[in-house]
């Protein structure tokens, strides 16, 4: 085996390291060998990690396979108490109590004989990109932020990395918690030190929880120099128009950004600055249930030789040919994979001011149009509310939809009040001119189990005419109690389905669902009145 190993005891004696042998930013093929060569520890709910039939490397992250936000703690200091979003979200914790738990971590990674550094900054844009430094004893983790940070040149590892950076992330996930400690609740902790700019991360093996730790720290730090952070994709047209797509699970976030006109930009976080918007990763985590060529061929083609499979079945253990359909071990399987991987995507990852802003939503209640535009105030109300619909289960019979709202369509990763972020948006749409659209991808012509899901035909063409600029010389019509604006003709797109009242047998059932929607519009948004201006509480629905 090539030497690859990296001495680097000069940035371990800070944390009071002393590791026999330091990998640090190994390159991809040496990752791979430690993978198949290095035991997986002592939990054994842990399978070897292994090598699929298209060279990616197949790894599992044991009993937890997704984040838990209930083991996800803020550090509550003289700084954070006084602008972190205390509450479900961001649950305090003391800085006696992180001491406990940052002790565990560097005492479990200091009994290690092997430990990985991987070096990456968040964020594009030069003039505001974060030096990130994460240390973890797993070859797929190293492998994971490797993916999912942008990767520093030789040079800029020199210049940036050479002593302390902005962000440290500790990952002794493998560890429990095995003592009382105040203020943690289970064996698992995900603790986030904002003034110290610290991550511990102590019984969660989940790769994403690494990724999304940093994404919550943008949302600390980016704000506070004028950044607005955001949980969306981003792609780019050939004039260099630039379009954001929020999006819950469901929405077709992925597949509507993936389009074979635009560049894409970034898959899932952005920033947006006095310069444009910037991707914060070097990579892509997305997931994997029911993954097709033919439904996503960008996607699988960059299942290859350093993505990392994450949680995955194979068909046989021989052929090393993973099933994407089998969610036995989860239905979150995932794959990491560097930007460079999808074709046409764009580099350096960043761009213009964004022309279009789409909100994506799936409602599953039928009744929200396919298209609208929104003003100012609205896109505030609608940006804080976050919503789409999801189908309650699978058992026979349970046919009713749940309304779903997540703040800012990213509630688990905000550090600040909803009201901040949206007033940062409202700002820069006004000064920008940036249009947004609220988009229906969910159900027409009546509720789930009624109607029919909207065709992705249909929502392409509606998304093809908004790039053109062919939307805003038509005449719109207001769709009362939400008080849209809808366009009552667009080319190619059936005028029936515009006003989704006409879509239904029933017009009494559709005034009804619509109120029962509106009703719960305001119920959740009555949380975040304490903080919301008058003109944005009056731009929710009314009846």
Known sequence: MENQTFQAQELLSKWGLRNATVYRNPSVPFIYELSMSQPQGEDPTVRPDSLNNTGALVAYSGKKCGRVPKDKRIIKDEVTERDVWWGDVNIALSQDSYNEVEKIALEYLNNKEKLFIIDGY???????????RVFCTRPYHALFMKNMLIRPTDEELRKDFSGDVDFYIFNAGPQTIQKPIEGIKSEGCVAVNLTERKMVILGTQYAGEMKKGVFGVTH????????????????????????LLFGLSGTGKTTLSADPKRRLIGDDEHAWSDNGIFNIEGGCYAKCVDLTKEKEPEIYNAVRFGAVLENIEYYSEETREVDFTNISITENTRVSYPLDYIPGAKFPAQGSHPKNIFFLTCDAYGVLPPVSMLTPEQAMYHFISGYTAKVAGTEVGVKEPQATFSACFGEAFLAL????????????????????WLINTGWSGGKYGVGQRMSLKYTRGIIDLIHGGELKDVEFENFPIFNFAIPKQAKNIPTQILNPRNTWKNPEEFDKQVLELAEKFQINFKKY??????EVINAGPKF
């Not at 968040?122 to 990130?132: K, P």
């Not at 600390?220 to 379009?243: C, M, R, W």
């Not at 901040?420 to 001119?433: S, V």
Request: proline residues 3%; aromatic residues 10%.
């Open 122 to 132: 968040a964020g594009w844009d030069v003039n505001y990109r974060l030096r990130i």
């Open 529 to 534: 009145e304490d903080k919301a201006t008058q």
């Open 220 to 243: 600390y730090l980016f704000p506070k120099q004028g950044i607005l952070t955001l949980h969306s994709s981003a792609n780019e047209g050939e004039n260099g128009d630039v379009t």
């Open 417 to 436: 009040h909803p009201t901040l972020y949206a007033n940062m948006l409202a700002e820069k749409i006004k000064k920008y001119d940036t249009k947004v």
